[in-house]
């Protein structure tokens, strides 16, 4: 059985048993913190609730009683993919960094840097909103910082209860009207899966829509229970790349995804987890996607999961 089709059972089979606990290292007397949307936690992830896969170059997931995370790969369209299932307790255990802290045109790193920095256990790309500095919604943690809709972008919006919301062609009124409170939004899109359903995709907004590239995206599965998917592309031996309507047909096909939008892709698509890096070392922050091409592009921010599973000595810190 190859390596792709050991991690998608043990991926399916993880799915039918969130008992919400792990197994407890001896000695620890942990507890869980719950975040908030202003202040993170800062919890190292533990090597202990990794899930190990001998042979391989990553982790095949990682689970405590605060957030489970399970990977998988496949092929598609001639096409390498891998997908990361992630299940946390708490919704603000979702959160997102910008470049340096801060909105601007901050000094951009690797996400592998960026999620070392927060003690992220799992992080991908964002949709680079520094590089399309005049249009769309930005709100991060909380925090609006740029209300510039202007109907030609799908807005993806990620609310207080960690649930997302797809804004077709918005506008400023449509992120303002919404009876919620927006933690997180993001400007890239479209929206390739709604409702379960594959989108149809007619207009490119500048995304290379229509060629075959590596494409990065986020979606829902159901109540704080999510999915990131990317995709190799002409630049990965072996790989063709997909368009992001071909992109949306994979997720779509996956059979349990409700909501799925597409990030910033190409040379920025990136998935940091556990696993090692290209110095052949074990690093909790390693990039684990597109594995045999050395090319890896800095981001302007990323999405990150983090843990919420303390113990009484760091939680006195």
């Known amino acids: 059985m190859s390596k792709g089709w050991k991690r998608l059972l043990c991926g399916m089979a993880a799915a039918l048993i969130w008992s919400g606990a792990a197994a407890e290292p001896a000695g620890f007397e942990p507890r869980a913190v719950e975040p908030t949307v202003e202040e993170a ?3 190292a992830p533990r090597a202990e609730f990794y899930l190990e896969e001998e042979g391989s170059d990553y ?22 993919w891998m997908a990361a299932r992630i299940r946390i307790a708490y919704p603000a255990q979702l959160r997102t960094y910008m470049a340096g802290g801060r909105y601007g045109k901050a000094q951009t790193e690797y996400v592998r840097v960026y999620a070392k920095r927060n003690n992220a256990v799992f992080a991908i790309n964002d949709d680079w909103f520094m590089n399309r500095g005049n249009v769309g919604s930005v709100i ?39 009876p919620g409170r927006l933690v997180n939004t993001f400007t890239f899109g479209p929206g390739i899966v709604l409702d379960g359903e594959a989108q149809e995709v007619t207009v490119n907004n500048d995304m290379g829509a229509f060629g075959k590239a590596q494409r990065m995206g986020i979606g829902q599965i159901g109540p704080l229970e999510y999915i990131c998917v990317c995709c190799e592309g002409p630049e990965d031996p072996g ?9 949306g ?31 052949g070392e074990e690093t909790f922050f390693a990039k684990i996607n597109a594995r045999n091409n050395p090319k890896e592009r800095v981001a302007g921010g990323c999405i990150y999961f983090i843990s919420a599973w ?6 006195e810190e």
């Open 41 to 43: 936690l800062s919890i």
């Open 59 to 80: 982790a095949a997931g990682y689970q405590d009683p605060t957030l489970e995370i399970h990977i998988t790969e496949g092929r598609y369209l001639e096409t390498g």
């Open 140 to 178: 991060r943690q909380g925090v609006s910082y740029r209300a510039l809709c202007k109907g030609n972008y799908d807005i993806l919006g990620i609310d207080d209860r960690g649930d997302f919301h797809v804004f077709r062609n918005a506008t400023n009124e449509d992120i303002e009207n919404f």
């Open 239 to 247: 790989s063709q790349g997909l368009t992001i309507q071909q992109f």
């Open 249 to 279: 047909e994979l997720v779509a096909s996956f059979g349990d995804v409700k909501t799925f939008y597409n990030l910033d892709g190409g040379s920025s698509s990136t998935m940091s987890f556990k696993g090692k890096n290209r110095r």
């Open 310 to 315: 303390q113990t009484e000595e760091e939680t």
